[in-house]
């Protein structure tokens, strides 16, 4: 049977369980959920990165604003909030849309 030791999304269980096939979870502790999360986060973020595809890198970007959903949810904030600030700091420092690399500053 393959070990995964890894956070799932809240419907896997009931997908797995649809299969057939026998199976065990437990639930996380709040510092455990946290170090998953984030460990989730790299996951998601390096098969981001190795897409090839739009399509595909959709989908990854999809499962990494999951992860981003949850993570506000557990330092207390809504996804609204974390947009909000987005905005916030879009308009003081800008956005990454003209694709400026910076070299250097003089010191």
């Not at 896997?12 to 510092?31: C, H, M, V, W």
């Not at 700091?89 to 010191?107: C, H, M, N, P, S």
């Amino acid at each position: 049977m393959p070990v995964y030791n890894k956070l799932v999304r809240d419907r896997i269980p009931e997908i797995i369980e649809n299969t057939g096939k026998q199976f065990s979870t437990r639930i996380l502790d709040g510092n455990e959920y946290i170090n998953e999360l984030k460990n989730k986060s790299f996951e998601e973020l390096k098969e981001y990165m190795n897409t090839t595809s739009n399509e595909d890198a959709i989908e990854e970007l999809a499962d990494v604003l999951e992860i981003i959903h949850a993570l506000a949810n557990y330092h207390g904030a809504s996804f609204d909030k974390v947009e909000e600030v987005r905005k916030e700091k879009a308009e003081k420092r800008g956005q990454f849309r003209e694709k400026i690399f910076l070299i250097e500053v003089e010191d």
